[in-house]
């Protein structure tokens, strides 16, 4: 039976996840700074989870970001967003001078059309 994967901010409300590490696997004592200490504890004061499981969730998704390039991404998108705005207004100033674009259907409506046109007429 496959496991199913949980994403990393969807652990913190699992009821009974909680993680541990072992005294035979304890790492150096990080120092953080005093503003990532208080995010740290109020995100365990917020789940009701121990200090351990916090940071292992945050290291976690923190590796998941930068891997995955979260932040070219969004930089890209705002980018793009830019270049939406910029063609909308645009298009807005085309619409007030102009007025709204004709759209024909498709090629063989407007051909069909002119042929009706051209027929209707009288002296052709």
């Given at each position: 039976m496959?496991?199913?994967?949980?994403?990393?901010?969807?652990?913190?409300?699992?009821?009974?996840?909680?993680?541990?590490v072992?005294?035979?696997?304890?790492?150096?004592?990080?120092?953080?700074?005093?503003?990532?200490n208080?995010?740290?504890?109020?995100?365990?004061?917020?789940?009701?989870k121990?200090?351990?499981?916090?940071?292992?969730?945050?290291?976690?998704?923190?590796?998941?970001c930068w891997?995955?390039?979260?932040?070219?991404?969004?930089r890209?998108?705002?980018?793009l967003?830019?270049?939406?705005?910029?063609?909308?207004?645009?298009?807005?100033l085309?619409?007030?001078?102009y007025?709204?674009?004709?759209?024909r259907?498709?090629?063989?409506?407007?051909?069909?059309?002119?042929?009706?046109?051209?027929?209707?007429?009288?002296g052709?």
């Open positions: 496959e496991k199913r994967r949980i994403p990393f901010h969807e652990l913190l409300k699992e009821p009974g996840y909680v993680y541990q072992p005294k035979s696997n304890l790492g150096a004592q990080p120092r953080i700074s005093v503003e990532d208080i995010l740290v504890l109020a995100f365990r004061e917020a789940h009701k121990p200090l351990s499981t916090i940071i292992h969730l945050m290291i976690g998704q923190a590796t998941k891997d995955e390039k979260h932040d070219e991404k969004v890209e998108l705002n980018e967003q830019e270049r939406v705005t910029k063609a909308e207004f645009i298009m807005a085309y619409h007030k001078k007025g709204p674009l004709h759209v259907r498709n090629v063989r409506d407007s051909i069909i059309k002119q042929e009706e046109e051209s027929l209707d007429k009288p052709s």
